[in-house]
Nanobody, 120 residues
């Protein structure tokens, strides 16, 4: 089995910063793309950022220049550094890792979600 555990959410004032982490554990052969998504109340889940195994990144236009995604393959962990946070960044943030388990095909695995609230 595979488990993803997120950490790092919380309450921050506008203009502040937070760093999210998402670590995978279990019977893992290889991890391909890692990413972060978010879902605000009453809205659909949206893609925030992704990073490939080789380190190529992509971002939603709304977070470009403010958020940075990175990964540590040895630790099976993906990070999201969020700077210059705005109230509209308030949401539950979910990580997703595309994982190949030993003896299995590639599949998507999700974290449990972590709340990020930007408010004064």
């Amino acid at each position: 089995q595979v488990q993803l555990v997120e950490s790092g959410g919380g309450l921050v004032q506008p203009g502040g910063s937070l760093r999210l982490s998402c670590a995978a554990s279990g019977n893992i052969f290889r991890i391909n793309t890692m990413g972060w998504y978010r879902q605000a109340p009453g809205k659909q889940r949206e893609l925030v950022a992704t990073v490939t195994r080789g380190g190529s990144t992509s971002y939603a236009d709304s977070v470009k220049g403010r958020f940075t995604i990175s990964r540590d393959n040895a630790k099976r962990t993906v990070y999201l550094q969020m700077n210059s946070l705005k109230p509209e960044d308030t949401a539950v943030y979910y990580c997703k890792q595309v994982i190949i388990r030993t003896g299995y095909y590639e599949a998507d695995y999700w974290g449990q979600g972590t709340q990020v609230t930007v408010s004064s």
